[in-house]
């Protein structure tokens, strides 16, 4: 069975930093594409990162290019996000999901649960 | 990366079949054969209902179907039961590995 367990998110000021990781289980880790897509509070869906397979190609939204970070330990199944100078506008429940392909950020076929990341001061 | 447009909400009757919209422009929706769909349930994740326009992963219903014209993709849910009322999300590939999603429906079953 496929899981994804996110973890690391929390309050925190802006301008401050966090990283959230996501373990995953079930599946040939190193096979697929992954990405993180986060849901504002009563919003829409919006896809911030996503990583290839074993080349770990990366890949962000131009909302967080600069100052988000995607990366992948394949011999730990792990995907992370390194999230700097936080805004107000990036609190959200932010989901691991995976790709049904290798290469490309697309056809999310499994997610996490979530884990939400609130900026305030 | 714009947002793909679609209605804020859509509602049917048990048994009836709607239909909800997705529009981006040519280099989204238009330029490729990847549209995807989501349904999302209140406090839980998404779950992926149609890939690259028409494709069902395994359990998904035969009763969800997706079908794209130009730069206009559609979900359409025939024989609508109650446990369809959900948010619905298209997102489609736009280049460089850059997926777009939609502002999402919300499927109201009367």
């Known amino acids: 069975e496929v899981q994804l367990l996110e973890s690391g998110g929390g309050l925190v000021q802006p301008g401050g930093s966090l990283r959230l990781s996501c373990a995953a289980s079930?599946?040939?880790?190193?096979?697929?594409?992954m990405s993180w897509v986060r849901q504002a509070p009563g919003r829409g869906l919006e896809w911030v990162s996503g990583i290839s397979g074993s080349i770990g190609s990366t890949y962000y939204a131009d909302s967080v290019k600069g100052r988000f970070t995607i990366s992948r330990d394949n011999s730990k199944n792990t995907l992370d996000l390194q999230m700097n100078s936080l805004r107000a506008e990036d609190t959200a429940v932010y989901y691991c999901?995976?790709?049904?392909?290798?290469?490309?950020?697309?056809?999310?076929?499994?997610w996490g649960r979530g884990t939400l990341v609130t900026v305030s001061s | 990366q714009s947002a793909l447009t679609q209605p804020p909400s859509a509602s049917g009757s048990p048994g009836q079949s709607v239909t909800i919209s997705c529009t981006g422009t040519s280099s989204d929706v238009g330029g490729y054969n990847y549209v995807s769909w989501y349904q999302q349930r209140p406090g839980k994740a998404p779950k992926l209902m149609i890939y690259?326009?028409?494709k069902r992963p395994s359990g998904v219903p035969d009763r969800f179907s997706g079908s794209k014209s130009g730069n206009t993709a559609s979900l359409t849910v025939s024989g609508l039961q109650a446990e369809d009322e959900a948010d619905y999300y298209c997102?489609?590939?736009?280049?460089?590995?850059?997926?777009?999603f939609g502002g999402g429906t919300k499927l109201t079953v009367l």
């Open positions: 079930g599946f040939t880790f190193r096979d697929y594409a």
């Open positions: 997102s489609s590939y736009a280049g460089t590995n850059i997926p777009v």
């Open positions: 690259e326009v028409t």
């Open positions: 999901a995976k790709s049904l392909q290798r290469v490309a950020a697309r056809d999310f076929d499994y």
